[in-house]
């Protein structure tokens, strides 16, 4: 038996045989101690348990043919038969039981226990029909609540891949291209570069279906990504990095920093014939992770709205994971330069 239909089953017994303690009780005060407990509880409780299987078939009747736009006469139609059924049905079972229960001295004529029936009977009949349309309702909202959100849980798992697969083939292009740049003039960097992309793809195809990665692994990630550009650059390219070791298992977005810092190489270093220094934080403070990439470059370039698919795109993934729980701030520092910072909370791998 299904779980929903053994639910229903308990609640709509629990129901009546709480409403024939309640009719009992009624029903002596009603004749004021004149009739037995005995017989009292035996008639009432009778009474009240015959509706038990006719409400299920209400509940059934109501499931098949609810009364809606589109089939409001029929359900009716359907509904008043049921009624009307099951009337006469109480009616018989009155007559039949009615020797060992004991509701009548002389049992009446079949008219006479049908007119009994339908005017005791009617309305409770139809007040189950409104109490079936009202819990068929409400688990119908509850399934369409349900299927809503695993819709938008689905849809925000499509809009992360499609940032994902955003992020990965634009970090693939720009070290190609870089790597095009040095090959005819110094081979033995090209080959160095080329080395250090497999073990970037690498990482890059081996946490592909993962939303989050330990921020070590992100770190040496940004190590090998700045190994490939310090070759293209060479000296102009000054690195800094600034990571609290005991944070290496702190889970951060895939691919959130590694987009930040090739955006400070193309905007802050790569333009300028000066070095130009590009730095990346990472620390803790009550419970929350503070990441920082900054540069010394023309703040105004990389801070401008639509530069890089790596700050919208970073932005959006932080929103899907963290929704308000994050802040990501792009800041022009006071004597020049840029710098990203990331409030998240801090999460570590165990505990992930």
Same mark, same amino acid.
């Given at each position: 038996?299904?779980?929903?239909?053994? =639910?229903?089953?308990?609640?709509?017994? +629990?129901?009546?045989?709480?409403? #024939? =303690?309640?009719?009992?009780?009624?029903?002596?005060?009603?004749?004021?101690?004149?009739?037995?407990?005995?017989?009292?509880?035996?008639?009432?409780?009778?009474?009240?348990?015959?509706?038990?299987?006719?409400?299920?078939?209400?509940?059934? !009747?109501? *499931?098949?043919?609810?009364?809606?736009?589109?089939?409001?006469?029929?359900?009716?139609?359907?509904?008043?038969?049921?009624?009307?059924?099951?009337?006469?049905?109480?009616?018989? !079972?009155? $007559?039949?039981?009615?020797?060992?229960?004991?509701?009548?001295?002389?049992?009446?004529?079949?008219?006479?226990?049908?007119?009994?029936?339908?005017?005791?009977?009617?309305?409770?009949?139809?007040?189950?029909?409104?109490?079936?349309?009202?819990?068929?309702?409400?688990?119908?909202?509850?399934?369409?609540?349900?299927?809503?959100?695993?819709?938008?849980?689905?849809?925000?798992?499509?809009?992360?891949?499609?940032?994902?697969?955003?992020?990965?083939?634009?970090?693939?292009?720009?070290?190609?291209?870089?790597?095009?740049?040095?090959?005819?003039? *110094?081979?033995?960097? +090209?080959?160095?570069?080329?080395?250090?992309?497999?073990? =970037?793809?690498?990482?890059?195809?081996?946490?592909?279906?993962?939303?989050?990665?330990? =921020?070590?692994?992100?770190?040496?990630?940004?190590?090998?990504?700045?190994?490939?550009?310090?070759?293209?650059?060479?000296?102009?390219?000054?690195?800094?990095?600034?990571?609290?070791?005991?944070?290496?298992?702190?889970?951060?977005?895939?691919? &959130? &920093?590694?987009?930040?810092?090739?955006?400070?190489?193309?905007?802050?270093?790569?333009?300028?014939?000066?070095?130009?220094?590009?730095?990346?934080?990472?620390?803790?403070?009550?419970?929350?992770?503070?990441?920082?990439?900054?540069?010394? #470059?023309?703040?105004?370039?990389?801070?401008?709205?639509?530069?890089?698919?790596? &700050?919208?795109?970073?932005?959006?993934?932080?929103?899907?994971?963290?929704?308000?729980?994050?802040?990501? *701030?792009?800041?022009?520092?006071?004597?020049?330069?840029?710098?990203?910072?990331?409030?998240?909370?801090?999460?570590?791998? $165990?505990?992930?």
């Amino acid at each position: 038996m299904q779980r929903q239909t053994l =639910l229903t089953w308990t609640w709509v017994s +629990a129901w009546w045989l709480l409403t #024939g =303690l309640i009719w009992t009780g009624q029903m002596h005060e009603a004749f004021s101690g004149q009739v037995g407990w005995p017989h009292l509880f035996r008639t009432e409780m009778a009474k009240a348990l015959l509706w038990i299987p006719f409400t299920l078939l209400l509940f059934r !009747c109501v *499931d098949r043919h609810p009364i809606e736009r589109g089939a409001l006469l029929r359900s009716i139609g359907w509904l008043s038969l049921s009624v009307a059924a099951i009337i006469a049905a109480r009616a018989a !079972c009155t $007559a039949a039981l009615n020797p060992w229960v004991g509701w009548y001295a002389q049992l009446p004529g079949w008219t006479a226990l049908l007119r009994t029936s339908f005017l005791g009977n009617l309305l409770t009949a139809w007040m189950i029909v409104g109490v079936a349309h009202a819990l068929l309702f409400a688990r119908r909202d509850r399934l369409r609540q349900r299927q809503q959100a695993e819709l938008q849980s689905q849809l925000s798992q499509a809009r992360y891949e499609a940032l994902a697969a955003r992020l990965d083939p634009h970090f693939l292009f720009n070290a190609l291209h870089s790597i095009s740049e040095v090959m005819h003039r *110094d081979v033995a960097a +090209a080959d160095r570069m080329v080395v250090g992309l497999g073990g =970037l793809l690498r990482q890059s195809i081996e946490g592909a279906s993962d939303q989050q990665a330990t =921020l070590g692994d992100q770190i040496e990630l940004i190590e090998d990504y700045v190994g490939i550009e310090q070759v293209r650059l060479g000296p102009r390219l000054r690195f800094q990095l600034d990571v609290d070791e005991s944070l290496a298992s702190a889970m951060v977005p895939r691919l &959130l &920093l590694q987009p930040l810092v090739e955006n400070a190489i193309r905007y802050a270093v790569a333009p300028r014939v000066q070095p130009g220094s590009i730095r990346v934080a990472a620390h803790s403070r009550e419970h929350r992770l503070l990441l920082e990439v900054c540069d010394d #470059g023309d703040g105004a370039a990389a801070a401008a709205p639509g530069q890089g698919v790596g &700050l919208a795109g970073a932005r959006a993934r932080l929103q899907y994971l963290y929704g308000e729980d994050f802040t990501f *701030d792009v800041l022009a520092l006071p004597g020049g330069g840029t710098c990203v910072r990331i409030d998240l909370p801090l999460r570590s791998m $165990a505990a992930a």
